[in-house]
Structures are given as structure tokens and as C-alpha cells.
């Protein structure tokens, strides 16, 4: 399933149908009927599709969710469902029953997927950081928590006794529990789009890994039936099987606290890679009916790449990335963003492409970037350590959001100090929502609290606070038509912003953030 909602077939697979009416929700996931003549097509609000022999049992697109559906799984009749959101709720529809839930826990990682055990009395829930929940007769097997290095877990499938399942990452290492047995995995190829979705052939001897891009990897008894390269890929299912997703197409429409002002709430594309669909989404909010309107942006982490700068003046030395962005690499510009306090101010560390300037601390909040050019935001020494997979870290200060909730102290005395003195000044900040993709805040007059509100409100369940004061900026770009060379053209995300958008393309003492189509 690729993010514009087309399904595409390979082999003896048929497409039963794909364009579906408006949505409120972006579609996150599919899954197919046990007879593999139809399958289910699942929106963010738990909005349900179906086609082919797949029957309608019922939605929570009506129902105020804590947190966002993130996967499905069916029953073994395909007379019924059960949908689980970010936060662990499950939802049973059908003859599905309802065995418990993690919704009242606090969690510090997002759940990503659910698995049906072979009776259909039980199934479990993973967590993006490989923790296994079970409920009903889906007994523990074991967890990726200590494995799975800097990468998350993408979903997961029981074998066919039920006494095992496997557990597949972005970076395509799959990992076997109980009885369950793995057949290889990608994670030392070439491939430098990250693995978003996963699927079990119906004999369990063997399973696909599909890249971001629609690149589709099989093992074992798994056919290589065809792949969807250049098409931003977000979910797979296979004959008879289940299915499992790890992104949404794009953002959902924030409601305001009070009466909307035009635009606001509502995500508009900001930024594209060339002949393709927006890898940026922007939208104005409120934080407070009393305050002006902020920015928000969401950038999709399948589609993009993301690069750390030292600034000219800050941090000392000299580094791979540095000043600005060259011209060389311009072409493929699309969006431009502040960092953190002043390095000798931010409580935390500076490393970049095999150079620390400033040793890292475990507790930190931090900017993390992979290897593969994705990117997140997390705690050092919980969420990501040091080692291959990470190339670049950026640490502020500590988390303003974690799992899902606001830090303890938001008194503004704890988050910088305010030129001119007093508590509100523009502030900006980053998070990191369910599905991985990243969130970028910016507004004026705010406290900690209001920026936290603002990601909270476009879904970050991870948040750290970077600058703050009249330094803060971002821009998106586009490149312009006409006869090359191709100029790009910048727009601030607000027009209040302090900077010209191309603040970035000339020498700049701060150190900053690029985001380049993938």
C-alpha cells in the first residue's frame, strides 16, 4: 500500500480495490481475509475499508482516541478485528474479543503493532523498542529491547504454532522468539531507505521486508514477486496473511482550541521532492486563544534525509558539515531549521560524522541522526547509544515530552533564559510522533507549556525544546522552474520569523539542520 492510497499487486495477488472515499485520516495499514480474496484498509482514526471478501464490522472513527491506530490484526474466521493505537487501547469488532489493553499504562515507547495467536483467544502487542505484551493464551517469548541498537521495531508475526513470533526493525534485522525461525534479513545490503512494513507467507516458512520506497526483500519461501520502487510505501499484506505498517502519508487536521482562524489546524503541503508527493506538511496553531498563531511542520522521515551543520563560530573545530549549505547540494534543499541553545548552555553534547566536540550525556534529550539520513529524537542512553547506526547527535537540555507527557517542571526559569528578562519569548522545538516522522514547533510569546502543548496537539509522543529567543527559524524550499540552473526559493514558516530564508545558505555562526529529499 503506498501513501497516495494505490494498491499495488505482484504475482497471483489481485487488487480488489484502492481509491476509497474521502478520509479523515491518513491510511496506515492493510490487512488481508484468511482467504486472500479481499482485505482491510486501516485510517489513522481507526476508519475501516474493505474489499474483495472483506466484511465491515465496525470502526472507532467516531471515537475520541488518546492516540492514534497504528495496526491491525484479524480473527481467524475474518469475521471480525481488532485495531490497536499508539498507546496500546485495543479495540475488538466482530467476533473478536477484547483480552486487555496497555492503555492505562505509561509507556516509553510507542506501540507500533499487534499479532492474532493461531486460536484467535489472545494476541500480543509490540512496542517500537521491541517490548512484547501478551493477553489472552499469547504467552512471552522474549523481547528486541536489548537488541535492537538504534533502530525500532516495525511490527511482528506468530508462527504458525503460535509458540514463537518474529520481529522485524527498520534497518531489516528480523528477530525469532519460542519456535519462530528467521530466514535472513537486509540489514548489511546497500538498501538506504529504511524498512517500513512486513509480511509472513501463509506457511510461516518465510516473509517479506519492504523498504521505504517500495523496494520489497524476500526470504525464505517468500516469492520475490515485484516491487514498487519510487513510491512511498506504507503497509503490506500478504495472501492469507497479516500485514504490518510503520508510517502514515501524511499529517491528520489539528482541531483548535477555539474558533479557527483560516488555515488553521490544516496541514498544507510545504515542501516536495521534485515530481513527487510532499515529503513536508505545515500548518498554523494557537497554543492559547490569546496568543498569535505558531508554526508547526511535519516532516516524513521515510522520504527525506537529514544533515547536522557546525556552525562557523559554534561548536569549536572543524567539521564535514559546516557554515552552510554548499550550492552543490542545494538542488535537493528542502527545509532548513535552528538547533539548540549555544553548545556551552545546552546541558548536553555536540557529535557529528565521527567527531565529538562536546562528549554526549547519557539523559540528554537529543536530535539523533542514523545512518541511513533518518532521524529522531529520543533520551541518550535509553532510546539510541552510540554506535554504527548513529552518524550525528544534537542534545538540548532534557525532554519537554516523554511517552506521551509533559516534563514534571515547566517553570520557564528551567527552559532558558528570555532576552530582556520576563517568562514568554519565541521558542521553538522538535518531536517525534507514533509513526516515527518528526515535528517542528515554532511560535512567539510562548511558555515551555504552550510549546509543549503545540507538539502534543500535532501528535509527538518525544519532544526536546531547542532555541529559543528572536534566533529561532525555518524555512521550507522549492526548486523553481524555467531554464536551469534550477534556483530554489525559500518561504519561513512564519512570516514573523527574524531570518530570510536563506539564512542558512550563507555562512552562519550557529549550527543548524538540513532535511534533503531522499
Known amino acids: 500500500m503506498s501513501a497516495d492510497e494505490h494498491i499495488t499487486a505482484f504475482r497471483d495477488a489481485v487488487g480488489y480495490g484502492s481509491r476509497v472515499p474521502p478520509v479523515n485520516r491518513a491510511l496506515v495499514c492493510m490487512s488481508s481475509t484468511p482467504s486472500g480474496r479481499g482485505y482491510w484498509l486501516v485510517a489513522a482514526d481507526g476508519g475501516i475499508f474493505a474489499f474483495g471478501d472483506a466484511r465491515y464490522y465496525g470502526s472507532t ?13 484479524t480473527t481467524r474466521t475474518g469475521h471480525g478485528y481488532w485495531m490497536v493505537g499508539a498507546d496500546g487501547a485495543v479495540f475488538a469488532f466482530g467476533d473478536a474479543h477484547l483480552y486487555g489493553s496497555l492503555s492505562s499504562r505509561s509507556l516509553y515507547q510507542p506501540v507500533v503493532g499487534i499479532a492474532a495467536t ?19 493464551d499469547a504467552h ?34 528480523v528477530f ?6 528467521a530466514y535472513g534479513s537486509n540489514a548489511a545490503s546497500t538498501v538506504t531507505r529504511k524498512i517500513v512494513a512486513f509480511a509472513t507467507t501463509p506457511t510461516g516458512r518465510g516473509y517479506w521486508l519492504t523498504a521505504a520506497d517500495g523496494t520489497v526483500f524476500a526470504y525464505g519461501d517468500a516469492p520475490r514477486a515485484g516491487s514498487a520502487r519510487r ?19 501524511r499529517p491528520a487536521d489539528i482541531a483548535p482550541q477555539s474558533a479557527a482562524l483560516a488555515g488553521e489546524g490544516h496541514w498544507a503541503a510545504g515542501a516536495r521532492p521534485i515530481g513527487a508527493e510532499p515529503a513536508i506538511y505545515t500548518t498554523t496553531l494557537r497554543a492559547r486563544s490569546d496568543l498569535p498563531a505558531s508554526g508547526l511542520a511535519w516532516i516524513d522521515t521515510n522520504r527525506v534525509v537529514f544533515r547536522l551543520y557546525a556552525g562557523a563560530g559554534q561548536p569549536s573545530g572543524t567539521f564535514r558539515y559546516s557554515g552552510s549549505v554548499d550550492p552543490a547540494a542545494q538542488a535537493g534543499l528542502l527545509a532548513t531549521f535552528n538547533a539548540g541553545f549555544k553548545v556551552n548552555a545546552s546541558e548536553g553534547g555536540w557529535a557529528g560524522y565521527g567527531q565529538t566536540a562536546i562528549p554526549l550525556r547519557d539523559g540528554a534529550a537529543s536530535f539523533i541522526i542514523r545512518s541511513d539520513g533518518t532521524a529522531t529524537v529520543g533520551m541518550w542512553g535509553r532510546d539510541a547509544t552510540a554506535d554504527a547506526h548513529v552518524v550525528a547527535v544534537r542534545q538540548n537540555l532534557r525532554l519537554l515530552i516523554d511517552g506521551g507527557k509533559v516534563a514534571n517542571d515547566l517553570s520557564p526559569q528551567s527552559w532558558g533564559a528570555v532576552f530582556g528578562g520576563g517568562t514568554t519569548t519565541w521558542r521553538s522545538g522538535l518531536g517525534v510522533d507514533a509513526y516515527g516522522h518528526l515535528i517542528y514547533a515554532v511560535g512567539a510569546h510562548l511558555l515551555p507549556s ?27 524550499f522549492t526548486t523553481a522552474m524555467g531554464p536551469a540552473p534550477h534556483p530554489i526559493v525559500g518561504t519561513n514558516l512564519l512570516p514573523t520569523i527574524n531570518f530570510d530564508p536563506t539564512r542558512y545558505l550563507h555562512p552562519s555562526g550557529r549550527d543548524f539542520i538540513a532535511v534533503f529529499a531522499a
Not at 493461531?118 to 489472552?136: E, K, M
Not at 513510491?231 to 502519508?249: D, K, N, R
Request: with cysteine; aromatic share 6%; hydrophobic share 45%.
Open 231 to 249: 513510491t512511498a510505501t506504507v503497509g503490506m499484506a500478504s495472501l492469507g496473511g497479516g500485514g504490518t505498517c510503520h508510517a502514515t502519508a
Open 140 to 173: 512471552h517469548y522474549g523481547s528486541a529491547r536489548s537488541v535492537h541498537g538504534n533502530e525500532s521495531i516495525i511490527g511482528m508475526a506468530p508462527s504458525l504454532s503460535g509458540r514463537g513470533y518474529l520481529l522485524a526493525a527498520t534497518d531489516g534485522r
Open 176 to 181: 525469532a522468539f519460542g519456535d519462530a525461525h
Open 118 to 136: 493461531p486460536s484467535g483467544r489472545g494476541y500480543w502487542l509490540v512496542g517500537t523498542d521491541g517490548a512484547v505484551f501478551g493477553f489472552g
Open 61 to 73: 472513527s467516531a471515537v475520541a482516541l488518546a492516540r492514534p491506530i497504528v495496526d491491525m490484526a
Open 450 to 476: 504552550d510549546l509543549a502543548h503545540l507538539l502534543l496537539a500535532a501528535g509527538a509522543v518525544r519532544a526536546m525544546q531547542l532555541d529559543i529567543n528572536r534566533v529561532v527559524s525555518f524555512s521550507t
